[in-house]
């Protein structure tokens, strides 16, 4: 059982970045796999970014590579979604989701648990 919280959201400037968090309880946060979504409105959920239980291994979509940073801090319970450099095009709401193993997934079906939801809105 894991329950999460984002925060972090907000306007913002094109070319200029926000940092997203997510904060988990319910077990222990560094036994778990965690992975971020993004939803456009009218659009489908769409993979952003995972990591794995220790934090070693990332993945990121190809629309934010070079520009989007995950992290995990066992210490706080805490995952980051660090995003430089937005475009229009990253406007959504953003999705923090959990899932009770060790490595990552892309697949939306693949997490069990997920938080509320925090609003991005890039503007150009």
């Known amino acids: 059982q894991v329950q999460l919280v984002e925060s972090g959201g907000g306007p913002v400037q094109a070319g200029g970045s926000l940092r997203l968090s997510c904060a988990a309880s319910g077990r222990a946060f560094s036994t778990i796999a965690m992975g971020w979504f993004r939803q456009a409105p009218g659009k489908g959920r769409e993979f952003v970014a995972a990591i794995n239980w220790s934090g070693g291994s990332t993945y990121y979509a190809d629309s934010v590579k070079g520009r989007f940073t995950i992290s995990k801090d066992n210490a706080k319970d805490t995952d980051y979604l660090q995003m430089n450099n937005l475009k229009p095009e990253d406007t959504a709401v953003y999705y923090c989701?959990?899932?009770?193993?060790?490595?990552?997934?892309?697949?939306?079906?693949?997490?069990?648990?997920w938080g509320q939801g925090t609003q991005v809105t890039v503007s150009s």
């Open positions: 989701a959990a899932r009770p193993w060790l490595d990552i997934s892309m697949s939306e079906s693949g997490y069990d648990y």
